[in-house]
């Protein structure tokens, strides 16, 4: 107690996102020593060889440009493995081909869905930026699957050639492919594609095999040294990815950002201490929640972790 003192911030004109984020360990704050920290944990885990990285996240933030930060640790090959929602390869796939557009929280919903324009949160999707698009591309590539004899396929594999066929260099899901990054998404019904998925079946013996993917995992788990995970947002993606981690006695890296409560005992809300009584996180584990939007938060810590990589690979060469 009462050996580290609390310190001002100072500016520069020429501050760097990674400066600001360290002065923050010393700065503190109600939640900037956690954002710090969050980026040590990172760091850490990048450098650590042995420690396959879990990337959670929840599809809505893909709506936004958040999408960019996914995208850039994907491309930059930050992360091992992706569990995610449907809502991802929605709006991952029709913003290779459409635009969304700003809007507001607080906008006539009756007039926006008289002129076909539908409301996320404060962003406004267009019905010819969403659910055309993706029929259109969903269904090209489900009868090219079908007619090279493909009749059951798992969601990783669905989302690789996603990636291959029909996204463009913007998207998420095109550099995982390109970059053999599998992806997941246990509640792929959940959603645009997988309405589509589900069409194309009535009139085709076309079959998902959800138990492939559990396989991979469990032989993810089970073969890593360590394991650590950004897991951003709640719901099935971030439980899916604590879910499959218990069985190796739990993450042994851990950074959450959530605006969920934890007292209505939800999973979403629920802080990393609450996993490891379920064993999904060590007790050892170097873990921290970060309370706060994503959208925020997110391109902050990863802006200075990509800083700081960048210097570490200078001092290599």
């Not at 911030?9 to 954002?35: C, H, P, R």
């Not at 929840?58 to 930050?78: D, Q, S």
């Not at 869905?113 to 993706?134: A, E, F, M, T």
């Amino acid at each position: 107690m009462l050996k580290e003192i609390v310190k001002d911030y100072k500016f520069s004109e020429d501050m760097s996102v990674n400066e600001l984020i360290l002065q923050m360990k010393n700065a503190w704050g109600f939640t900037a020593g956690k954002v710090a920290l969050s980026v040590d944990i990172l760091e850490h885990m990048v450098k650590t060889g042995d420690c396959i990285k879990f990337l959670s996240f929840t599809g809505n933030l893909v709506a936004t440009g958040t999408r960019g930060v996914f995208r850039e640790l994907v491309k930059r090959k930050l992360v091992d493995v992706i569990v995610t929602t449907c809502g991802t390869l929605d709006h991952d796939i029709a913003r290779c081909w459409k635009e969304y557009y700003k809007g507001s929280f607080i906008m006539n919903d009756t007039k926006l869905y008289k002129k076909g324009i539908n409301r996320l949160g404060n962003i406004l999707v267009p019905n010819q930026s969403y659910g055309k698009i993706i029929e259109e591309k969903m269904q090209t590539l489900l009868q090219s699957l079908w007619n090279e004899k493909i009749r059951e396929i798992s969601t990783r594999q669905l989302c690789r050639e996603i990636g291959k066929r029909i996204c463009n260099e913007n998207s998420i899901l095109y550099w995982a492919a390109k970059n053999n990054i599998p992806i997941y998404v246990p509640g792929i019904v959940d959603g645009a594609v997988g309405y589509q998925i589900w069409l194309f079946s009535q009139e085709h013996d076309f079959k998902l095999n959800l138990l492939e993917d559990s396989t991979e995992l469990n032989d993810i788990v089970f073969s890593a040294k360590e394991t650590g995970a950004l897991i951003v947002g709640g719901g099935i993606s971030k439980h899916h990815t604590l879910w499959w981690n218990q069985f190796r006695n739990g993450l042994d890296y851990a950074v959450y950002i959530s605006t969920a409560e934890e007292w209505d005992g939800s999973l979403s809300g629920a802080r990393p201490r609450e996993a490891v009584s379920w064993g999904k996180i060590s007790e050892k584990a170097k873990r921290v929640m970060i309370e706060g939007d994503a959208s925020l938060i997110l391109p902050i810590i990863v802006g200075a972790l990509i800083t700081r990589l960048k210097k570490k690979s200078k001092r290599l060469g």
